[in-house]
């Protein structure tokens, strides 16, 4: 009898155990051995409240209650799970993936971290904490559509690939920048503060990706080399201007062109004899062909260079065609300007490349010709356009670069509403010599354009006239160059003098700058230019280029940069331009001062017509004395109406030599 009663009682309290358990989690959770069964669930969706919960678990409040204790009816969230049995309610966390990866989800427009902590059993300091190396991940306040987020530990995935963007992780193989530009946040190139700033201890994307120096970490780096090349183009349109259209007997040569790149040089050999014979009073003279230029690729002519280059016949042709022109008209070298391979000017896609295969062929060949022969390029102070250019490998083919550090603005700036700006300001000379730095380009091998010219606005507001005031297109036309947006120095001088304007110096810029009515001015004069021969010796680079000798007055410029030993004139840049039968008027350009000789003293012209020579003494005073022929090049620049050489006009050195000491 005990013994039954003992088991009975030992069943029904038992039984009561058992009774307990099926209500009371938090008991059994505390006092059973054996882990809780999960409770099925029904998930909160808009609009829901308790009762329809219930409803929907197929329940009275009471019992859905009974199976949530603790729920707040007034606080339910969308994709909320709640028990329709009684059990566990079952955690909603995800684990890490069996790879190591984490569990990670697309965040969609409206996403928000509360949702996300609702849906998935998380908390805000879990996502950030497994997020740190995410993506674009910042905080919770800045999901991104697009973005997938870690909600669980392990490594975060990468972004997609997208073929449109150039660079970084989004970019097909994790590409860099050309040029060692800065790869940006956003998978796009640049060289300023806004692609090249880095997030350091941030997760990725949210920061420069690669090559993130700034350009000003190479403001100190040199060229290591002493100063030793001046370089000035004489363009050819300028024997045809109406006034001061300084000498066509410093152009060498003309070429035509066709796609076959069958070149031929003008047979005018007098012109290019007069060219040569120059070198008799200058010995250190260099005559360089060059060809191309910006006008060049425009139709009809557009695709020539990138027809020339495209195959190794095409290139061959070109090159043993030029060396044999080089070596009959006794030219020192020759200079490509090609503005500029790729597609932004009607170029092909492969350009860059054949550009480069076209240099180390040509240079080849100048090995096996057994004479030296100098070969440049000229190449753009604009990331835009260098960036087609293979620059470094480049420049391992070449004797020099000429950096086209002017034009860097103009009135084509209106799309951009930048306002009037100087095309020659010294913080965008240096940055662009910085560009060439940062990527391998070392500047031995590279020459600082200066501009001989200014460009010139329209002021919206002609109260407002400083840099960065609005404009609406470009400055007058001058009497001369006739062109819109564009003066010479020598016209610049012109109106300072005939209209006593006060030109202003711009500190920042380290340029002159000339108002007056509603027109703007941007220009170098002696003293900006001493300003850039300073910076060529500060960053021991070679020497300059001038674009163009054609457009000083009196020397004014030429004698600025007469501290260069080595003086180098350049043939017009442009492919194909053939002489006329009957050529202009026979004029002289104007010589720079040379250290250790004199020329003939300006201002002793008879009235003379242009295109006439005159001999000239070297000493003013003495008419017995030694003389130099020299040819009257012109009207003086702001007078397009006058027909002969007055005081002042005279052009320069032709003929002779005027020995002594300065």
């Not at 880095?198 to 920061?207: F, I, L, V």
């Not at 913080?427 to 910085?434: F, H």
């Not at 090049?633 to 027909?643: E, F, Q, R, S, V």
């Amino acid at each position: 009898m005990y013994k039954r009663s003992l088991i009975h009682y030992s069943v029904a309290l038992t039984s009561s155990l058992l009774l307990v358990n099926g209500f009371t989690g938090d008991y059994a959770d505390t006092h059973s051995h054996s882990k809780r069964a999960d409770c099925t669930t029904t998930t909160v969706v808009s609009g829901d409240g308790c009762d329809s919960l219930a409803a929907r678990c197929g329940l009275d409040g009471n019992t859905f209650m009974s199976y949530n204790p603790g729920l707040d009816c007034s606080k339910l969230a969308v994709d909320q799970w709640v028990c329709c049995t009684s059990g566990t309610l079952p955690s909603k966390r995800p684990n890490e993936n069996p790879d190591g990866t984490c569990y990670s989800v697309p965040i969609v427009d409206g996403s928000t971290c509360a949702a996300l902590e609702t849906k998935y059993d998380v908390t805000e300091d879990e996502i950030d904490q497994w997020n740190a190396h995410t993506w674009r991940w910042t905080n919770c306040s800045g999901l991104q559509p697009g973005m997938n987020v870690c909600l669980s530990p392990g490594t975060p995935p990468l972004p997609a690939q997208n073929a449109s963007i150039p660079c970084g992780l989004e970019s097909v193989g994790n590409k860099e920048c050309p040029l060692k530009a800065c790869c940006g946040k956003w998978g796009y190139c640049g060289l300023t503060e806004d692609f090249c700033t880095e997030n350091k201890g941030g997760a990725p994307g949210t920061g420069c990706q690669s090559n993130c120096q700034l350009l000003s970490d190479f403001d100190e780096v040199g060229g290591g080399v002493p100063s030793r090349n001046v370089i000035g183009y004489y363009s050819n349109w300028a024997s045809n201007r109406v006034c001061n259209g300084v000498p066509n007997t410093v152009v060498p040569a003309y070429l035509e062109g066709t796609g076959s790149s069958q070149e031929t040089l003008s047979n005018d050999k007098d012109l290019i004899a007069e060219l040569q014979a120059l070198k008799k009073t200058n010995p250190g003279l260099k005559t360089m062909w060059a060809v191309g230029g910006w006008a060049f690729n425009d139709p009809p002519t557009q695709d020539i260079f990138s027809q020339m280059a495209s195959t190794s016949a095409n290139r061959a042709a070109f090159i043993n065609n030029a060396i044999s022109q080089l070596q009959s008209y006794g030219f020192d070298g020759l200079d490509i300007d090609w503005e500029y391979p790729g597609t932004e000017r009607g170029g092909a896609e492969d350009d860059g490349k054949n550009f480069l295969l076209l240099l180390q062929e040509f240079q080849d060949a100048i090995d096996k010709a057994g004479r030296p022969i100098l070969l440049s390029i000229t190449a753009p102070a604009s990331y835009w356009y260098l960036q087609q250019f293979p620059i470094v490998d480049m420049a391992k083919s070449v004797d020099w670069i000429n950096l086209m550090t002017y034009d860097i603005h103009g009135a084509w700036d209106i799309k951009f509403g930048t306002g009037v700006l100087p095309h020659t300001a010294i913080p965008e000379v240096n940055a662009a010599v910085d560009m060439f730095v940062k990527a391998g380009v070392p500047l031995k091998s590279v020459n600082l354009g200066i501009g001989f010219y200014g460009r010139t606005f329209t002021l919206a507001d002609p109260s407002c006239n400083t840099a960065g005031c609005p404009m609406t297109g470009g400055g007058n036309a001058g009497p001369c160059t006739g062109t819109s947006g564009y003066l010479a120095y020598g016209e610049i001088d012109y109106l300072i003098q005939t209209k006593g304007l006060q030109p202003q110096y711009n500190a920042t810029s380290q340029t002159m700058v000339l108002t007056y009515d509603n027109q703007w001015i941007g220009y170098e004069n002696p003293d900006t230019i001493a300003n850039k021969l300073k910076y060529v010796i500060k960053r021991s680079m070679p020497g300059v280029l001038i674009w163009a000798a054609d457009l000083d007055e009196n020397n004014q410029l030429l004698n600025a940069v007469s501290l260069f030993p080595s003086i180098l004139l350049s043939s017009p840049p442009h492919l194909t331009c053939t002489l006329p039968t009957q050529p202009p008027d026979r004029r002289v350009v104007r010589a720079p001062r040379h250290v250790r000789h004199r020329l003939p003293a300006d201002g002793i012209w008879p009235r003379t017509p242009a295109g006439i020579t005159a001999s000239v003494p070297c000493d003013m005073g003495n008419n017995a004395g030694p003389k130099q022929t020299r040819a009257c090049g012109g009207p003086a620049w702001g007078n397009a109406n006058a027909k002969l050489c007055e005081y002042g006009e005279a052009m320069g050195a032709a003929f002779g030599h005027c020995s002594g000491e300065l």
